[in-house]
C-alpha cells in the first residue's frame, strides 16, 4: 500500500517526507536514463552526419534498458510483482524448447507475409536491412548479439508483458489490447517501409498470442530473439564471413 504524503487536512505527513523524497528520487533517475543516453547519442550522430551501427545498437540497448527500468518503476509503485507480466521460471526449459520449434513456422509465416505485401504492391525497404542495422567485422557481432538479446527481453517484457496488459485492463476488451499492442510495436519500424510495418505488426499480434496462450514470455523472447539474430547477426556474419 503506498503511503499518500498529505493528511486529511491537506498538511504533510512527517513520516512521509523521507519516502516520497525517495520514490520521486527514483522516479527522476528513471526519467533522466530515458531522456539523457539518447539525446547524448542523437547529438553525436548529427555531427558525424549519419548513424552507423555501433552509435545505432547502443542507442537501442540504451533506450530498451531505460524502458525497462520505467516498467519496473511501475510496476514497483503498483506493489505488483514481475511475475505478473509473466516473467516466471516455471517450465523455464520447456518454454525455450517451445520457442525453439515455433521459430520455425514463425520465421516462414514471416517470410512469406512481405513477399506477399510486395507482390501486392505496398512499399519495403531497397535493402534487407539498412546501414546502421548491418555489422561489418567480429567486434560487432559481438555488440549485435547483445543488442538483439536485450531488444527480445526488453521489448517483450515492454509490449507483450506491460502494455498488453495494461491496455486489456484499461479497454477491457483483449482483442483489441492486441491491436493496440502490436500497432505501437510497428511504429519502432518504419525505416522499413509499409511492408515492414505491416509485416512487424503482424509479428506482434502472433507474439501476443503465444504470451496469453503460454501465459509466460519466455516462448515470445525466444522466438523474438531467434527471428533478430537471423536478420541482423547471421546476415551480418554472411555478408563480411
Known amino acids: ?6 493528511n486529511e487536512t491537506g498538511e504533510l505527513r512527517p513520516e512521509a517526507t523521507v519516502y516520497w523524497w525517495r520514490v ?24 558525424r552526419g549519419h548513424v552507423g551501427f555501433v552509435l545505432a545498437a547502443w542507442a537501442v540497448i540504451l533506450r530498451d534498458l531505460g524502458l525497462v527500468l520505467l516498467v519496473a518503476y511501475f510496476l ?24 525453439v520449434v515455433l521459430f520455425i513456422p514463425f520465421f516462414m509465416g514471416v517470410a512469406g507475409t512481405e513477399w506477399l505485401l510486395k507482390q501486392a504492391g505496398l512499399k ?31 521489448e517483450e517484457t515492454i509490449f507483450r ?6 491496455f486489456g485492463a484499461t479497454m477491457r476488451n483483449m482483442t483489441l489490447a492486441v491491436i493496440c499492442s502490436s500497432l505501437v510495436f510497428a511504429l519502432g519500424h518504419g525505416y522499413e517501409g509499409t511492408v515492414g510495418l ?28 531467434l527471428q533478430d539474430f537471423v536478420a541482423i547477426v547471421l546476415v551480418g556474419i554472411l555478408k563480411f564471413w
Not at 509503485?77 to 520457442?99: D, P
Open 1 to 6: 500500500m503506498v503511503l499518500h504524503p498529505l
Open 24 to 47: 520521486q528520487l527514483r522516479e527522476v533517475w528513471v526519467f533522466l536514463f530515458l531522456i539523457v543516453p539518447s539525446m547524448a547519442i542523437s547529438l553525436f550522430a548529427i555531427r
Open 76 to 99: 514497483w509503485r503498483n506493489g505488483e510483482g514481475w511475475g505478473k507480466l509473466g516473467w516466471t521460471l516455471s517450465h523455464l526449459w520447456r518454454e525455450i524448447a517451445l520457442g
Open 124 to 154: 519495403g525497404p531497397s535493402a534487407p536491412l539498412p546501414s546502421f542495422a548491418t555489422v561489418h567485422d567480429a567486434p560487432q557481432v559481438v555488440l549485435a548479439l547483445l543488442m538483439v538479446a536485450m531488444a527480445a527481453v526488453a
Open 161 to 166: 508483458g506491460y502494455l498488453l496488459l495494461r
Open 198 to 225: 505491416a509485416t512487424v505488426g503482424l509479428m506482434g499480434v502472433a507474439l501476443c498470442l503465444l504470451y496469453l496462450w503460454r501465459g509466460s514470455l519466455v516462448a515470445a523472447i525466444t522466438v523474438h530473439f
